[in-house]
């Protein structure tokens, strides 16, 4: 149980960070630092709470970030700031590995001298490339080819696991490192799957799926993904590590994830192809046996179950 702990979150009015926020907060002080790009934050029931204080910022800026760490002298760093998303990532690669690279050496230049309990580095599944089987959490990364600005996200990624590694042997920061195999919920905004067909769906809108729909994910609901979250801050041999988290049991190709959500949300929605105009990733499969191990992780949410909560959740939000 994380109790007494000054919380500084980056991004943390996003959707993952307004989740973990959501857990902590009534037995910890928690700053959210964000640029508010997007916002979960504005539908989050702890925008009132004393223990919440949402600064806007930016990481890239590293004078204004270091006043309000100096300020509010945290104990736990949790590091979501991050452009995300394929189409903005394709749009602003420059941007991407701007904020990925130097935004995370910022935040670890800013709390190098601190006494924290815990860092946590939130890196990506796709740092394993097109085809990630059962990827355990130590298999070998993936660089990809140069010139393809989707993995320019892959690359900073990685690139900010090594540094909070660095910054881990030699400065003694206590760093973990979390891996999310495809997050979904209540609250997502931004360019998910199943949120866009989820909102899509629910206004009986075309369900858009680019290309052959063969391309396989592994799902993870949001309240399973925050457990593993919590586990890594809790436990103390999770220090040095890096953790896939995610649910091996909510795999599904896109194309059925599609039929999936026109079926439980009783839509009337037309499942369309359209062509594929980026480079994608085709498989993405975690092991999450390091976390169960070390860590005691064990998603507990099913696929459908978890599809339900969710589009309940947006036609109460769309709908009323």
Known sequence: MIEGKKIFITGGAGFIGTKIAERLYEKNEIVLYDNLWRNSMKDSFITDSPNVKLVQGDV????????????????VIIHLAAIAGVDTVIKYPVKTMQINIVGTYNVLEAVKELQLHRFLNFSTSEVFGSYAYKVGDDAQSSLSTVGEARWTYSVSKLASEHLCYAYY????IPVVIIRPFNVYGPGQVGEGAIHKFVCRALR???LEIHGDGDQIRSWCYIDDFVDGVLLSLEKEQAVGQAFNIGNPRGTVTVRMLARLIKEISGSRSDIVHVPKTYVDVELRIPSIEKAKNLLGFEPKIDLEEGLKKTIDWYREKMLG
Do not use: A, H, M, R
């Not at 890239?60 to 104990?75: A, E, H, R």
């Not at 042997?169 to 003694?172: I, L, P, R």
């Open 60 to 75: 890239v800026n590293f004078g204004f970030l270091k006043s309000v760490i100096d300020d509010f002298k945290p104990n």
């Open 204 to 206: 009986n809108e075309t």
């Open 169 to 172: 042997k030699e400065y003694k």
